[in-house]
């Protein structure tokens, strides 16, 4: 079991004022199926480990996904279709997109996506619920019951033979050919700006609902990253909402095979950097080998830490939710979902990582706070972890 810890070589310079458009929230608010998350707070392990609070954000309950995907794709489509439609994308509302009208030119347009999974199943779902189309491509070693999940949504995926990175420029020259098609990745690059920064803000529903449901501020965010833009998008959220001074520390973590904000980091030269080769992780949602345009500034400019874990530090994380202490509540917790909780679990329970520890100031008055991204996925491999010992 291993884990790494950098410390930013990079000038903290956290942008202050509002960052995120705040018709963001109302537009989830008014999906009819719309619920809050659970928060649950650990107190039994916050006991055991001798910090003040672990608290869990629980998506794997969004939209019945599994997944916190849902929230970002249906926010940058519905801002599309919008568009499309002439509608102000300003206080746009769920019912807007239902008319017989708007519902025809949704129903023109194609949207093409890569995934691992998760991704990809938010945007068939969101396809559906606006009624518009979506074609899926996942890189190779995705595991079928993902791409099926996908397809049970009314939407076609294939599993490719190519790399993530690969697997996003293919699709994207597929949506070009297409005169109604239209990219909805969530990763920027160059000019692929605007639909990119939609998706991280629809992530920001998730911040805002825990900051409401935590008693205090937490003082220490683990974010898992991918490419960074639920990081990113977690992180503009607690800019908006909490004085520049209050802020907690912001930890990135990222599997160690396939780590490209921790290597650029490393490399510290102020770019991002691409992990090369076809990596591979048991978190498959967080195999993504170059940061987003938009998310690289943001985490650069506003993280504190870069770390890294092993699969099986996963793993083990994974088994700690699903097996709490005392009254602490269960958490089904897929690879990705536990990979930032997986991190503080093994620095708290492994005498070996006190120098971690120390460094990331996790004391008695640690308010903690993750994220678990998603649930069981794939529940095949999720049942073949919870029975190693």
Known sequence: MTLQLIKTPFEYKVREGKIINPDVIDFYKSVPNYRTTPLYSLKNLAKKYHVAQINVKDESKRFGLEAFKGTGGLYAMAQVIAKKAGLDTKKLTYQQLQTPEIKKIAASITFYTAT??????GIAWAAKQLSTHAVVNMPKGSQEIRAQHIRDLGAPCVITDLNYD???????????????????????WGDYMEIPTDISDGYSIVADEFLKQMNQTPTHIFLQAGVGQFSSGMINALIDQIPKEKLPIITIVEPETVACYYLSAKIAD???????????TIMAGLNCQTPSAISWPIIKDSAKFYATLSDDVAAKGMRQLANPIGDDSKIISGESGAAAFAFV?????????QGIRNELKLDENARIIVVNT???????????IMKES
């Open 116 to 121: 691992d999974g998760n991704h990809g199943r």
């Open 166 to 188: 690969d697997v996003v420029k293919y699709t994207s020259e597929q949506a070009k050919k297409d005169s109604n098609g239209i990219l909805i990745q969530d990763m920027a």
């Open 270 to 280: 102020g770019k991002a950097h691409t992990v090369p080769g076809s990596p591979k």
């Open 345 to 353: 679990n093994e620095i708290l329970s492994n005498p070996n990582y």
């Open 374 to 384: 998603e649930g069981a996925t794939d529940p095949i491999n999720y049942q073949k």
